[in-house]
């Protein structure tokens, strides 16, 4: 069975600057990925000093040289399975293989759930968008239509409503905002719709419930972000609610600053763990978490020298 010091579970930003770190510390590395990032359907990263603007492939695609340039190896597949293994871990891939690793590093992200609209699905990322800092400077000055899917409408309305002016929140089933939310809205030019869209043709005209529509240049939708912890619910490892105020917006894996899970040896980095993180905090991330596994691993070398 082929050994590693540690086996990276995705190959993004996180997964990435992970495997970097370790294998400039000398660590034997494997990074598994399957090929379906997040970002995958975005035309750039942005918010990445000194990369802003870089296409998601070319900066993965960058990543992966730098890393395999210090030693590290890739395969392209699916962790489907892990298992504790003595002092370490076994590691199940969808083409059969199994690999065993010392320690783990899970970096495998998150889902995106979109409201179940006829004609959103498989538009994140182009036309229908959920991060202003993401994508806001693209579309300034457009018509923005917001769909509302928590209560919460006004925070990510005054948001938008920094890079546009013709702002329009369609509550879509959502409460009306409150008589003070209400007030800052109004203040600010952000117009309220109290419809629910019922299809979103490919030409961006949403229909009402009320039977009119309403064409925006671009239209945004806070997503439910549930982390893709199947690789670690199989080992125990435990996940917990994420809230922003008192509106549950997702699920992440339960992690401590470093990165460490509840299961001794097993850590995680990126949106897996931070759903709010963007490229550039997942990468920061990852190195800080390649850095504790290194420090981990001295240590037990050091015990085991010591007999």
């Known amino acids: ?33 399957n090929g379906t990032p997040r970002n995958a359907a975005a035309g750039h990263v942005h918010n990445f000093l000194t990369r802003d603007g870089t296409p998601p492939a070319e900066l993965l695609a960058l990543g992966r040289s730098e890393v395999a340039g210090y030693g590290a190896t890739f395969v392209t597949g699916t962790a489907i399975a892990a298992k504790p293994d003595g002092d370490g871990f076994t590691v199940a891939l969808d083409d059969g293989r199994e690999l065993r690793a010392r320690r783990l590093l899970v970096t495998t992200g998150l889902t995106d759930e979109l409201p179940d609209i006829p004609g959103v699905a498989g538009r994140l990322g182009r036309d229908v968008l959920h991060c202003p800092y993401c994508h806001g400077w693209e579309v300034r000055d457009q018509a923005i239509g917001i769909i509302a899917t928590t209560p919460a409408v006004t925070h990510p309305a005054l948001l938008w409503r920094q890079w546009s002016a013709d702002v329009t929140v369609v509550l879509h089933g959502q409460p009306a905002p409150s008589a003070e939310d209400a007030k800052l809205l109004a203040a600010r030019g952000v117009t309220v719709v109290d419809e629910r869209i019922t299809a979103l043709d490919p030409d961006r005209t949403a229909h009402l419930s009320g039977g009119d529509t309403l064409t925006r240049d671009v239209w945004v939708t806070p997503t439910r972000m ?15 609610p994420v809230k922003m ?55 037990a070398d050091a015990h085991a020298a010591a007999g």
């Open 1 to 33: 069975m082929e050994t590693y010091d540690v086996i990276v579970v995705g190959g993004g930003p996180a997964g990435l600057a992970g495997a970097l770190t370790l294998a400039r510390a000398r660590r034997s590395v494997l990074v598994v990925d």
């Open 226 to 240: 549930t982390a893709r912890d199947e690789l670690l619910s199989g080992l125990g490892v435990e996940t917990e």
């Open 245 to 299: 105020g008192d509106v549950e917006v997702g699920v992440a894996v339960k992690a401590d600053a470093n990165g460490a899970t509840s299961v001794p040896g097993v850590y995680v980095a990126g949106n897996v763990t931070d759903l709010r993180a963007q490229v550039i905090v997942s990468a920061a991330a990852g190195l800080n978490a390649g850095a504790m596994i290194n420090a981990d691993l001295v240590m």
